[in-house]
């Protein structure tokens, strides 16, 4: 029987304790509040500098595409079309537009076209030849440092001398851009171009084409291999001594920092193996030694997450072990294994430590065609551009991230996708 | 012969071990052909292990191990030669949580069947899972939705659906471990009416809690305490004049 003693005791601490549970939940709340924060901060960040990379200034030429000139053999072969005057006509057309004359006026022109002009001229004769000998309105990008002059990065008030535009140049922009030859749209080469020390031509295309064929290795190693590591050690192994410490190590080998496994890929896989470096097949098997035991500790965790039950029931009607394993657990803990799989995926898609050190970093132009031949990787190629001082460097660097940050969203929402279509319950 | 033809499982002097801890000591019993006997006794007796021996599903258990001699059908099943496939597939078992695969109800009857090759094409196959699930008193429930999964069942329906997926193999015997024991009392009736259904064609051992159970539906009754058979013999004389003290105490409700 409680007495009105109690009743008082107990609504006094009442007190105190709600006071203490209004405190833990503002704490809650701070945090929380506190971590948006720093998030907002670098989505604002990311996306203001990443959004204006996605696009870039282009000048519209009229070109006379002359066949003689451009094609001097005459068979549309890249010999003829490199041997003819492709980068010569993309500037008598600009000299045109601007009136420039004098060879100080032509150099200073010539300065403001991007340098792969020539090359955007050549390609867009190959996939049109049927406008050879026409006048066509095409369109070419300026250099950075004129696209960057247009962004408001470039300030006429700065001295002549400490700026990278002359007087001349900036007064050449200015024309062209009332006359309405400026335009202002996505960036082809940020999508479609390579590695390029011209910023204005710089594109993820290869980095992106890199890191999707060092992950697809990477995911035919490491998914197999780590689900029949945790079936084998889930289901099947004894339980002793010599189990109990391979477990330990896999554990410990999640811990271990990925520089520690470019190390050992570079170790082996190319000193030992003799591999060529910088190809995707190393890059691809040094990431899945990092994600194999992300993939193995979660597919271990999806395996145990299978009732005891549904073992018991299948072996109770005369399964096999290895039947009952292959028909009834591992089909029931794959959405465990590929939700672990994938976020093993995208931790390695976002990884620059470990592909630096098998050399992934080298500057490739071309776009790797298979995982033999040499490239590098989305987060890689970030790293590369960070490091450019050009302005428009800077936004492509922000652009690039955008696009890896879409990647993972995407990899991660797959997870999750998947998760739910496969859930079963029981 | 006649005698052997009688007994479908002989055990002599069998004990269990869990590692070093003696779960069951020193058991003999013989259990009739097409009967049910329940084994009774209070919780950690040792009749559930006692159970799982039959079939060897002890095995599953890391560091358990079996002394004696387990004879099934003239057979001793813990001989090396023995292959445990075969041997659940006679023995089935019914476990005390209904559990089917969370599969269609078909494919949770079909598996045993299957896995053991017993259907010769697709209709024959539709045929055994019909027969099976008339037998364990299901099939005019689902009839109609053979597709959808076999966990959406009542609790009383999933372990009817359990009961079908261990006839499907067509056992000469069915291991039931507390079949009832999550199950409502309808639910329990109707288990009950179809285990004597079944025990015209099949061997039935069933472990459970309840006495009155085992009154209701067994032909013999073993009792158990600490890891001793104390008691075996017709389940009328033993709930009527149990020849041991012990048994008559727990009968009684005094131990338990």
Known sequence: MPTTNTDQ?????????????RRFKMLGILAIALALCFLVTLMVSILSKGIPGFFQYYITLSVDLDRERLDPIGDLSDQSLF?????????????????????????????????????????????????????????????????????????????EKQR????????????????GLISYQISDYLF???????????????????????????????????VATAVYLEEFAPKNKFTE?????????????????????????????????????VGGMVLALMTLPTIIISSRAAIKAVPPSIRIGALGVGASKVQATMHH?????????????????????????????????????????????????????????????????????????????????????????????????? | MADLDKTIVKCSNVSVFYGENKAINDISIEIERQSITSFIGPSGC????????????????????????????????????????????????????????????????????????LAKNKSHLDEIVEKALIGAGLWTEVRDRLQDTGTGLSGGQQQRLCIARAIAVEPQIILMDEPCSSLDPIATSKIEALMSELSNDYTIIIVTH??????????????????????????????????????????????G
């Open chain 1, 164 to 179: 990278r535009l002359s007087d001349l140049q900036i007064e050449y922009l200015d024309t062209m851009n009332k006359s």
């Open chain 1, 245 to 281: 410490l391979i477990e330990i190590n896999i554990n410990n080998l999640a811990a271990v920092p990925s520089v520690v496994f470019g190390i050992l890929g570079l170790a082996m896989f190319i000193n030992l193996f003799g591999l060529p470096r910088s190809i995707p097949l």
């Open chain 1, 192 to 226: 479609f171009g390579s590695a390029s020390r011209n910023a204005e031509m710089a594109g993820i295309k290869g980095a992106a084409i890199g890191s999707l064929l060092t992950l697809t290795v990477c995911f035919l190693i490491s998914f197999p291999i780590g």
């Open chain 1, 83 to 159: 041997d003819g005057q492709a980068n010569k006509i993309v500037q008598e057309a600009i000299f045109l537009k601007t009136g420039a004359t004098s060879r100080n006026e032509k150099k200073a022109v010539r300065k403001l076209l991007s340098n792969g002009s020539d090359t955007r001229l050549i390609s867009f004769v190959k996939s049109n030849p049927k406008l050879l000998d026409s006048t066509q309105k095409l369109k070419f990008a300026l250099d950075d440092d004129a696209d960057s002059y247009f962004r408001g990065f470039v300030k006429k008030q700065t001295p």
């Open chain 1, 9 to 21: 005791l107990v609504n006094a601490s009442l007190k105190l304790r709600r006071k203490k549970e």
């Open chain 2, 46 to 117: 040792g009749k559930s292990t006692f159970l799982r021996t039959i079939n060897r599903m002890n095995d599953t258990i890391e560091g358990c191990h079996i002394e004696g001699q387990v004879m099934v059908d003239g057979q001793d099943i813990y001989a090396p030669s023995i292959d445990v496939v075969p041997l659940r597939a006679k023995v089935g078992m019914v476990f005390q949580k209904p559990n089917p695969f969370p599969k269609t109800i078909y494919e949770n009857v079909a598996y045993g069947p299957r896995i053991h090759g």
């Open chain 1, 329 to 426: 657990v591992v089909p029931l803990a794959i959405p465990g294994m590929l939700t672990g799989t994938i976020i093993g995926m995208a931790q390695a898609l976002g990884e620059t430590a470990p592909l630096l050190m098998i050399g992934m970093v080298a500057f490739i132009v071309d776009v790797p065609g298979s995982v033999m031949d040499p490239g590098t990787v989305l987060p890689v190629q970030i790293f590369m551009w960070a490091d450019f001082a050009e302005r428009m460097f800077i936004q492509k660097t922000s652009s690039a991230i955008i696009i890896l940050l879409l990647f993972l969203i995407l990899m991660n929402g797959g997870a999750i996708w998947l998760r739910k279509k496969l859930e079963r319950r029981w």
């Open chain 2, 210 to 255: 309840s006495m009155q159970q085992a009154a209701r539906v067994s032909q013999k009754t073993a009792y158990f305490h600490l890891g001793n058979l104390i008691e075996y013999g017709d389940t009328k004389e033993i709930f009527v004049r149990p020849q041991d003290p012990q048994t008559e105490a727990y009968i009684s409700g005094k131990i």
